[in-house]
């Protein structure tokens, strides 16, 4: 027996007890809403797709680096010349740039959140109608049918053979039977059966709003991109501190020089060390990821969905409501052993009428017989996943009682039987089959369908999804893995894949005969592509095994025996038409139902994932080098060799506008692992050799310069050596060349020429070439860095090959 989980808390979840006041089946009066609205007895849940406008501008200004460059803003605003504060000029740029992002983010998501918000039917004075979760007050009657999600807590008060799924909540496998008085909990769902609960705690006193408070707010970390640049960062520190230590004492200590001007010069060792572009780049390259996807009517739930789509190898999709519409028509109704036709048709009506929740299947067969009138309906056994039937008892027109079921043929029927003769040529075609059958025991008796009597087959044809066949061809040519995983007979649901030319729809497997051992299964799944006959909890199980085979998994679903399977994926994807609760597990809802937009989806994730690699070696080259510099500055007693301008024109030019660029750029390369490790493998040795080309030129520039002006002459010189070694590191990062790319280095290569070339440009920066011997030296030395360049690059790329 699975043991029921315990709350964040310790405890059972506790749904609390019956409302105090008796509410009538017609639910609140209007006045008894406005009481208790004015009371504050409301629903004001958390909301789960965004953050506010004050967490978004605390999380952009109130950060460590933005700490460090602060001060050394103020210190430079005191002691030196406004052009050797523009670093922090640009920090504020930065900061109000990612604000603004974050913000329209924000906007796109909670717009679309109202589009795909559930609306649960809530009953008052005697009228249904459909009403937002927030306007939920306490009391209130609302009603439930299959799919529905429970978003208060409550208790039951009218139900027909109500069942519920809390395996969300207390990890209790089977769906419990709800009666009138039983409490049902927020964040459970229906199965099966109708009925309604009164709301006894609402808001943020629910049981799931508590969970949600924490669980479901709005997050930009969960993520390998966020958690690599966090510990890129953290690294970045360790090296920081002592290096700036060490920089500060020996420029302000060991060296005789002007106080200004060494404080100068310190600052700027130091700013360069924090790439502090590359968390606003990251958190840029979300935001817009999340505008565009919205302008799909794609719903991003948790921001990480994004980069984890991109980094899936296996995809799982059901294929009701994902390859096939959700529609279905009835194409033939087939009697058997001599049933008349007419008394079918009339059966198959009355059965439609029974249910006031018909999924797909029975809605197509109301349409197809609709004179369900005139038979009374004594008891009725709604749909479930699980049992793969539905039925109801009647009191037939002249009073005669009879009992039926409607469901999967090789469910209710044993193997062999002759009723199942020709259903392997329809399950063939790709048709979903129903049995008519009639009971001969009790409708609820745990063997029901023992000794059903065939009466009919019921013939339904599957819409297929237009954009069904291309998105699985994307896939395939993707290497993504992908696994169709129905309730449906195998036969038929192998069918359907053959239609769309999915690789491996030839040989469907029956789920029933995959094996209980979690390795075993996985094996199975691995060599075959198509299952049938899955229950919900095996489709779970399906989706673990996996997991554990180190496949990154997203499981795609519109029904509520998706949930648990979706809940469990790396990735859960739902359609805008799903049942509410699987729209509440999914981090990504498409609210136009279409499965056309995954690859977009994915193309989003892999542009993220790619450029933010790119842009984060351009920002790590350049805290290596500076580190380095600083290391050498301090080892040789040296001055350092640029002021704070320098530096913020370099990082201008070869890092800050190309990387902005190039972060938002079209990027397909698919999405690999180990962020950190890819980064640093290409970031050190391209410091390395930056920083060291750099200081030989300083060095010789020493030697060469004496006199007034001559730290000026040598700072010119070791800035002309390193913004031409950056430069050849952003056009290597910049390959594939585009005729944009070309443009974009060009231009940064030309700002530059502006700046030696405009004489107020040369005394605001502090640049002037000074001879002929020093620059073209200078020029030879980044000509022979740049051939290491490449050949470090080429090396790297050979050992680990992509």
């Known amino acids: 027996m699975t043991q029921r989980a315990l709350d964040p808390f310790g405890e059972q979840p506790d749904p609390g007890p019956p409302s105090p006041l008796p509410v009538p089946p017609s639910g609140l009066s209007t006045s008894e809403v406005a009481e208790r609205v004015a009371r504050g007895e409301v629903n004001d849940v958390p909301v ?76 008052r004075e005697g009228t249904s109608a459909e009403v937002s979760v927030s306007e939920i007050v306490l009391g209130d009657l609302i009603e439930l049918g299959p799919g529905d999600k429970v978003v208060v807590d409550g208790t039951v008060a009218e139900a027909d053979s109500l069942e519920i799924d809390e395996s969300l909540l207390t990890g209790e496998a089977d769906p419990v039977t709800k009666r009138p008085g039983d409490p049902v909990m927020s964040g459970s769902f229906v199965v099966a059966g109708t009925g309604s609960f009164t709301a006894t705690k609402v808001g943020r006193e629910a049981y799931a709003a508590q969970l949600a408070e924490e669980a479901s707010r709005f997050t930009l970390v969960r993520s390998e991109l966020r958690s690599g640049i966090s510990t890129i960062l953290k690294y970045v520190t360790w090296m920081m501190v002592p290096t700036a230590i060490g920089l500060i004492i020996s420029q302000l200590v060991v060296k005789d020089n002007d106080f200004k001007e060494s404080v100068a010069r310190t600052v700027g060792g130091i700013v360069p060390m924090i790439p502090e572009g590359l968390v606003l780049l990251t958190s840029v390259a979300f935001a817009i990821g999340v505008v565009r996807l919205g302008r799909k009517q794609c719903l991003v739930q948790e921001l990480p969905a994004i980069e984890g789509l991109a980094r899936v190898d296996t995809v799982c999709l059901d294929k009701t409501g994902t390859l096939t519409e959700g529609g279905m028509d009835v194409t033939e109704v087939r009697p058997l052993n001599g049933a008349d036709q007419d008394y079918v048709n009339r059966v198959l009506g009355a059965l439609g009428a029974s249910d006031p929740r018909p999924n797909a299947s029975l809605r197509a067969v109301i349409d197809a017989c609709p004179d369900g009138q005139g038979w009374a309906v004594r008891e009725a056994l709604p749909f479930s996943s699980a049992r793969k039937y539905s039925g109801a008892a009647f009191t037939e027109g002249d009073g005669e009682a009879s009992a039926w079921l409607l469901g999967a043929p090789d469910v209710l029927l044993p193997d062999g039987d002759p009723a199942l003769a020709d259903l392997g040529h329809l399950d063939e075609q790709g048709l979903r089959v129903l049995l008519l059958a009639r009971l001969r025991g009790e409708l609820d008796a745990p063997d029901a369908a023992a000794g059903a009597v065939p009466t009919a087959l019921v013939v339904l044809e599957q819409r297929l999804r237009p954009d069904a066949g291309d998105t699985l061809a994307y896939f395939a040519d993707q290497d993504v893995a992908a696994k169709v995983i129905s309730g449906d007979n195998a036969v038929s649901v192998g069918a359907v894949a053959r239609k769309l030319d999915m690789p491996g729809a030839e040989h469907p497997v029956d789920a029933r005969r995959l094996p209980a051992d979690p390795d075993d299964m996985a094996s199975a799944i691995e060599r075959n592509a198509v299952f049938g006959r899955v229950a919900p909890q095996q489709k779970r199980d399906m989706v673990q095994a996996l997991r554990t085979r180190g496949h990154t998994v997203a499981m795609t679903g519109d029904g509520v025996n998706d949930v648990l399977a979706l809940k469990d994926a790396d990735i859960g994807v739902s359609m805008g038409s799903g049942s509410e609760a699987t729209r509440a597990v999914a981090q990504i809802v498409l609210l136009d139902n279409s499965f056309a937009t995954l690859p977009s989806v994915v193309a989003e994730g892999r542009r993220v994932i790619g450029n933010i690699t790119r842009v984060a070696t351009l920002f790590l080259t350049k805290t290596v080098y500076s580190v380095l510099l600083a290391i050498l500055v301090v080892c040789f007693q040296v001055e350092y060799p640029f002021l704070p301008r320098h530096l913020t024109l370099l990082s201008t030019l070869t890092i800050g506008v190309p990387a902005f660029f190039l972060a938002l750029a079209p990027n397909k390369e698919r999405a690999r692992p180990h962020f950190v490790r890819r980064v640093m493998r290409y970031a050190v040795p391209s410091g390395v050799v930056a920083g060291a080309a750099t200081f030989v030129t300083y060095l010789l520039a020493r030697h060469h310069y004496a006199g ?95």
């Open 708 to 802: 007034t002006g001559a730290l000026d002459a040598e700072t010119s010189t070791a800035t002309l050596t390193l913004f031409l070694v950056s430069m050849w590191v952003l056009a290597i990062i910049a390959r594939p060349y585009t005729w944009w790319r070309v443009a974009l280095v060009t231009a940064m290569g030309l700002g530059f020429l502006i700046v030696l070339a405009v004489p107020w440009l040369q005394d605001f920066f502090a640049l002037k070439l000074v001879g002929s011997v020093m620059p073209w030296a200078a020029v030879g030395i980044a000509a022979v860095a740049a051939a290491l360049l490449e050949l470090a690059w080429r090396l790297i790329g050979r050992r680990f090959p992509t």
């Open 48 to 123: 789960r797709s965004s953050r506010s406008v004050t967490e978004i501008v605390r999380a952009n200004v109130l950060t460590r680096f933005n700490l460090i460059i602060g001060v050394l803003w103020v210190i430079m605003l005191s002691v030196a010349p406004i052009q050797d504060s523009l670093f922090g000029f640009v920090i504020l740029a930065n900061t109000g740039i990612g604000i603004v992002q974050e913000w329209r983010a924000k906007r796109t998501l909670d717009s679309l959140a109202v589009i795909g918000e559930a609306k649960p039917t809530v009953r």
